[in-house]
């Protein structure tokens, strides 16, 4: 069945340093994957989205680009913020419209002043 | 739109109570979506309805929870009787498709003592 991966956080990172958040998926067809965001205290919101190899999704500095050849979706950031604090989930979608998001177990970033 | 509306906000309950948990989609999403959020596990999909018809439960962990969905602008969630490893976040989502554009509410912190 299909799968995310997400790496264990929590992620620690001072004031403008850079992100990488890894994300690898197993899927049967062609998903569409996304990254959510949760703040503290919130549900999940939708921060960027890509439905098919090499698109780039891109959203509030945020960035991370479907490479199919390795089965990823890596978030980035290039300068993170205290605000960027928070949850964040790695989700895919079967293209097949017959299947729920699958979300992956979440990393924790915080971002110290 | 206010988005998707769940109350309460926080439930403090007594082992063996019931708890009803309420759910308001956005206007127009066919699917509506129930999720448990714990440390342990992560975010578990419970259940998710398409035009107010159950489609799959198999997440409901056992005979004490069930959910209903009498009209396309409310859903509730019910415990009964409530146990303290009941105690999670549980939020609502709906969206326009089963896969996609996700909406998630603020969600309830369930707590039982």
């Known amino acids: 069945g299909d799968s995310v991966t997400q790496m264990e956080g929590p992620v620690t990172l001072s004031e403008e340093a850079f992100l990488t958040i890894n994300c690898t998926y197993t899927a049967t067809g062609y998903p569409s994957l996304f990254w959510y965001v949760q703040y503290p205290g919130e549900g999940l919101q939708l921060l960027l989205k890509a439905t098919k190899a090499d698109d780039k999704g891109s959203n509030k500095g945020f960035e991370a680009t479907y490479r199919k050849e390795t089965t990823s979706f890596h978030l980035e950031k290039g300068s993170v913020q205290v605000s960027d604090s928070a949850v964040y989930f790695c989700a895919l979608s079967e293209d097949s419209g017959y299947s729920t998001l699958t979300f992956g177990k979440g990393t924790m970033l915080l971002v110290s002043p | 739109d206010a988005g998707v509306i769940q109350s309460p906000r926080h439930e403090v309950t007594e082992m063996g109570q019931e708890v009803t948990l309420r759910c308001k989609p956005i206007s127009g999403h066919d699917y509506l979506f129930w999720y448990r959020q714990t440390m342990m596990r992560g975010l578990e999909l419970l259940i998710y309805f398409n035009n107010n018809v159950p489609i799959d439960d198999s997440g409901m962990p056992e005979d004490r929870f069930s959910a209903k969905m009498p009209n396309a602008s409310f859903s509730t969630l019910k415990i009964q009787p409530s146990e303290p490893r009941d105690s999670a976040v549980y939020f609502c989502?709906?969206?326009?498709?089963?896969?996609?554009?996700?909406?998630f509410g603020s969600g309830t912190r369930l707590t039982v003592v």
């Open positions: 989502a709906s969206s326009w498709d089963q896969g996609y554009g996700y909406t």
